[in-house]
Nanobody
Framework: QVKLVESGGGLVQPGGSLRLSCSAS????????MGWYRQAPGKERELVATITSGGSTNLADSVKGRFTISRDNAKNTVYLQMNSLKPEDTAVYYC???????????????WGQGTQVTVSS
């Protein structure tokens, strides 16, 4: 199995910053992409940002210019630097990885347990 462990969530004031980290471990042959999704109370889970193994990124319009996603392929770790945080960024943030466990495997989506980010004064 592939296990994703997130860290870095917490409570921050509007305008503040947080950095989320997510490390993948377990039986991993290859990871195609990693990313972050979030889910606010009463809302559906939405994409925040993704990054491929080659470094191509995709960010939601709502976070462009404020959030940056990066990745350390050697460590199977993805980071989300969140600046200029707003109350509407409050949500549970989930790490995602599209990975292959063996060379003959198919690509599967794996999810972390989620980390709470609360932006409030």
């Amino acid at each position: 199995q592939v296990k994703l462990v997130e860290s870095g969530g917490g409570l921050v004031q509007p305008g503040g910053s947080l950095r989320l980290s997510c490390s993948a471990s377990g039986s991993i042959f290859s990871i195609k992409s990693m990313g972050w999704y979030r889910q606010a109370p009463g809302k559906e889970r939405e994409l925040v940002a993704t990054i491929t193994s080659g470094g191509s990124t995709n960010l939601a319009d709502s976070v462009k210019g404020r959030f940056t996603i990066s990745r350390d392929n050697a460590k199977n770790t993805v980071y989300l630097q969140m600046n200029s945080l707003k109350p509407e960024d409050t949500a549970v943030y989930y790490c995602n990885a599209m990975a292959m466990r063996y060379w003959y495997d198919s690509w599967y989506d794996y999810w972390g347990q989620g980390t709470q980010v609360t932006v409030s004064s």
